[in-house]
């Protein structure tokens, strides 16, 4: 159960740097000015969100999974764990979100600006901390 446990902390730190980061991406793609950034960007993005984030997204929920099954009658019956699992589908929401950002960048049709990537760079942390508190504190 360890070794899960484990593995599962370093795939969702890996899901969050991602979320974090192709945010921060995106600020600097809707900011740029010449097609080679914009390329650029766009490059980056896609080889983040499919190389890093979906794989480390796709890990953490099925080592969750596993985790939950070790004793799953206790976690099913604690409310903290209803809540922390709804707030993972509204992350994995959000990591749906940044694909359909993504692919808007790709086709040239983003119309969000460099602001609004600012304010949405900050949601995953507001998740990140309810989580953590969730599952450390268990109130």
């Known amino acids: 159960m360890l070794w899960v446990k484990a593995f599962h902390i370093v795939a969702v730190v890996c899901w969050f740097a991602g979320l974090f980061y192709l945010p921060r991406l995106f600020v600097y793609h809707a900011m740029s000015e010449d097609q080679v950034s914009r390329d650029r ?10 190389g890093i984030m979906t794989p480390s997204a796709i890990a953490s929920v099925l080592l969750g999974i596993w985790l939950i099954s070790f004793n799953f ?6 409310w903290w764990m209803h ?3 709804s707030l993972v589908m ?6 749906l979100y940044c694909w359909r950002i993504l692919i808007a960048f790709r086709d040239g049709t983003n119309t969000s600006s460099h602001k609004f990537f600012r304010f ?5 942390v507001l998740i990140l901390v309810s989580i953590v508190v969730l599952i450390v504190v268990k109130p």
């Open 41 to 50: 960007f766009t490059i980056m993005e896609r080889k983040l969100f499919r």
């Open 73 to 78: 009658q206790f976690y099913m019956s604690s």
């Open 83 to 85: 809540a922390k699992l």
């Open 90 to 95: 509204v992350l994995i929401g959000y990591h």
């Open 120 to 124: 949405f760079n900050e949601f995953p």
